[in-house]
């Protein structure tokens, strides 16, 4: 595993209480960073901003470009673009969306008019376009691209379904590291936020997640949380796989919604949006 170098910045954010928002209704789930702004240097071309109750922003910098990965929520861009100004004064060329929730899409319109572009799964762009018309991707694929900074190749893929019905994972084959999104997020112990407003599916999600430990990587950055590595990741599949047996098989025994929830709560630490939003569409689904 990489070696990473934290640096404590000199700038503040507010811990704002967010439970929802942005499109498909799901917002912020957790893992948060802390309340000042910390960039982690990953490698000397892939430097992790981390603060608040948004989702991680990656900038991968290269022969004098940069791409971010995700943007945080609106009210986080000045912030995010102070911490970035640290690093490189380089122009941000790409934006990628690992997936629609406002946590990681709120500064597109903000990029975007600095001539960033946006890209996303067809799937994120058609989900996101249903509430709401500003900061959608200019820039979609259905499974696969490959994006070229400057000679730094990054591949996307849209891999089925989990978290949402259009998350992505970023892939950076020379330095064998994977951004996971929401797909793989941490919250402290594990925790599933499966938004079925957006596509989410707990049947699905175990099987999207043996495709991406196919690819060849041992780092790993989540869309909330630090940097951890492959083994936590296959954890977390196995995780996702014991939520998907236990519910199927209490359905096959008649046992009610409160008992599985119960059960969630207890056994699988499930609270709050968790439940909320994955609880009855779970039931409904397997």
Same mark, same amino acid.
């Given at each position: 595993m990489a070696n990473f170098v934290s640096r404590r910045l000199p700038a503040s954010a507010a811990l704002l209480l967010m439970a929802l928002g942005g499109a498909g209704n799901v917002s912020a789930q957790g893992g948060f960073g802390p309340p000042e702004p910390v960039i982690v240097s990953v490698t000397d071309n892939v430097h992790i901003i981390r603060f608040g109750m948004a989702g991680n922003v990656t900038a991968l910098i290269n022969d004098g470009l940069v791409a971010l990965i995700d943007t945080k929520f609106e009210m986080d861009f000045d912030t995010v673009m102070e911490q970035l100004r640290t690093i490189t004064d380089a122009p941000v060329a790409f934006v990628i969306n690992t997936h629609l929730h406002g946590d990681h899409t709120g500064g597109n319109v903000q990029l975007q008019a600095l001539q960033a572009k946006v890209i996303a799964s067809a799937n994120a762009r058609r989900i996101m376009s249903e509430t709401r018309d500003t900061g959608l991707a200019d820039i979609t694929f259905d499974e696969h691209m490959r994006l070229h900074l400057g000679d730094m190749p990054l591949d996307l893929y849209y891999l089925g379904r989990g978290h949402t019905d259009g998350d992505i994972f970023i892939h950076l084959p020379e330095d064998r590291i994977l +951004? /996971? $999104?929401?797909? +793989?997020?941490?919250?402290g112990e594990y925790d599933a936020v499966i938004d079925y407003a957006s596509g989410g599916s707990a049947r699905e999600w175990p099987r999207t997640l043996d495709k991406a430990l196919a690819l060849d990587f041992e780092t790993v950055v989540p869309g909330h949380s630090g940097v951890t590595d492959r083994a936590m990741m296959t954890g977390y599949r196995d995780y996702l796989v014991r939520i998907r047996d236990t519910v199927a098989q209490m359905k096959r025994q008649g046992r009610t919604r409160e008992e599985i929830q119960e059960?969630?709560? /207890?056994? +699988? $630490?499930?609270? $709050?949006l968790s439940v909320r939003v994955g609880v009855d569409g779970m039931i409904a689904e397997l």
């Amino acid at each position: 595993m990489a070696n990473f170098v934290s640096r404590r910045l000199p700038a503040s954010a507010a811990l704002l209480l967010m439970a929802l928002g942005g499109a498909g209704n799901v917002s912020a789930q957790g893992g948060f960073g802390p309340p000042e702004p910390v960039i982690v240097s990953v490698t000397d071309n892939v430097h992790i901003i981390r603060f608040g109750m948004a989702g991680n922003v990656t900038a991968l910098i290269n022969d004098g470009l940069v791409a971010l990965i995700d943007t945080k929520f609106e009210m986080d861009f000045d912030t995010v673009m102070e911490q970035l100004r640290t690093i490189t004064d380089a122009p941000v060329a790409f934006v990628i969306n690992t997936h629609l929730h406002g946590d990681h899409t709120g500064g597109n319109v903000q990029l975007q008019a600095l001539q960033a572009k946006v890209i996303a799964s067809a799937n994120a762009r058609r989900i996101m376009s249903e509430t709401r018309d500003t900061g959608l991707a200019d820039i979609t694929f259905d499974e696969h691209m490959r994006l070229h900074l400057g000679d730094m190749p990054l591949d996307l893929y849209y891999l089925g379904r989990g978290h949402t019905d259009g998350d992505i994972f970023i892939h950076l084959p020379e330095d064998r590291i994977l +951004f /996971t $999104g929401d797909q +793989f997020a941490l919250w402290g112990e594990y925790d599933a936020v499966i938004d079925y407003a957006s596509g989410g599916s707990a049947r699905e999600w175990p099987r999207t997640l043996d495709k991406a430990l196919a690819l060849d990587f041992e780092t790993v950055v989540p869309g909330h949380s630090g940097v951890t590595d492959r083994a936590m990741m296959t954890g977390y599949r196995d995780y996702l796989v014991r939520i998907r047996d236990t519910v199927a098989q209490m359905k096959r025994q008649g046992r009610t919604r409160e008992e599985i929830q119960e059960v969630m709560e /207890t056994e +699988f $630490g499930w609270s $709050g949006l968790s439940v909320r939003v994955g609880v009855d569409g779970m039931i409904a689904e397997l």
